[in-house]
């Protein structure tokens, strides 16, 4: 079965809106996750899903919406105004703190729609469908943070406006961790940093993955996805996977990839969470030079305390 391409009417379009899955139960996080959202885990000073926003404002994409899941509710309460909060820090002369508390709901316009049952990635997408309309639309995944001084989105909205289709954003990474994503067989694009994807298939065991690119959590989607994902069966896990979709859109020639090779920060691993925050907080002018001076400290008590191979071999 040969795969739509993508509508007139999109290509006119310039891409305006995001969608930000954010159903999933944070299972990983446990019990921090229990009665708060993955999502809203500090990284630093500011919710995860902050981070996502920003970028997706910063790329230009004015109207954001987010696929929720019950017990979400502080993620509507994050991008909303705090009156009261508001007030207390007006009365304080506190204007520091009071833009950070007012930035969130100055980022974009941003809505928030319920999944209902959680039938995986492709279908929280579809779940969007009414929103984007007939638009071309970007997807980003709250677990990965990509670093405010990288333009990978920017870069993708680059490669669909010159060549229509979706885009996704792919990094190469070790052979035995390829099983972790899903994975795209591609070719040459004529560009450095773009590849044609000419098939995916969703966490292949090392021997049979078709490359070292992996999909990371960022998509520029046409939407003629929403008629694929319609039809998608369940998957991998028993839920309608976006990379199952895609496939069948790459088998038209509409997929397209830009090879990232910046800084990603995966905040949905435990150990890649708490090196993250280690990261931005050495890299931030208020907070790094203190804490790196205690770091470096902290790091060499512990490398005293640890047994030497000497010890170790006695």
């Not at 000419?198 to 008629?227: C, M």
Request: glycine letters at 8%; charged letters at 25%.
């Amino acid at each position: 079965m040969s795969a739509p391409h993508p509508s007139d009417a999109s290509a006119a379009r310039s891409v305006r809106k995001a969608v930000v899955p954010a159903a999933g139960l944070g299972t990983r996080f446990l019990p921090a996750t229990k009665a708060t959202p993955k999502e809203m885990l500090p990284v630093v000073d500011k919710p995860a899903i902050q981070y996502v926003v920003e970028e997706a404002a910063a790329a230009g994409l004015d109207d954001v919406l987010m696929v929720t899941g019950r017990h979400k509710r502080a993620l509507e309460d994050h991008f909303d105004h705090a009156f009261e909060l508001e007030q207390a820090l007006t009365a304080k002369g506190d204007t520091v703190r009071l833009d950070a508390v007012r930035d969130p709901a100055r980022l974009a316009s941003i809505h928030h729609i319920r999944q209902g049952d959680p039938l995986g990635l492709g279908h929280a997408v579809l779940c969007a469908r009414r929103h984007v309309g007939d638009q071309p639309f970007a997807v980003l995944l709250g677990d990965d943070l990509i670093d405010p001084r990288e333009t990978l989105l920017s870069r993708m909205l680059d490669v669909r406006e010159r060549r229509l289709g979706s885009v996704v954003a792919l990094m190469e990474v070790p052979p035995e961790q390829i099983h972790l994503y899903g994975c795209a067989a591609v070719e040459p694009a004529g560009e450095e940093d773009v590849v044609r994807v000419t098939g995916l298939v969703e966490k292949p065991a090392p021997h049979t993955a078709p490359s070292r690119y992996a999909v990371i959590g960022r998509y520029v989607l046409d939407p003629a996805v929403f008629g694929v994902l319609e039809r998608t069966p369940p998957g991998r896990g028993g839920e309608i996977q976006l990379t199952d979709a895609l496939q069948e859109l790459a088998a038209g020639g509409t997929v397209h990839g830009v090879v990232f090779k910046g800084r990603r920060y995966d905040t949905g691993d435990k150990a890649d969470y708490l090196r993250t925050v280690v990261r931005l907080a050495c890299e931030r002018p208020d907070l790094g030079p203190e804490f790196v001076a205690w770091l470096k400290g902290f790091v060499a008590e512990l490398g005293d305390a640890l047994p030497s191979r000497r010890d170790i071999a006695a």
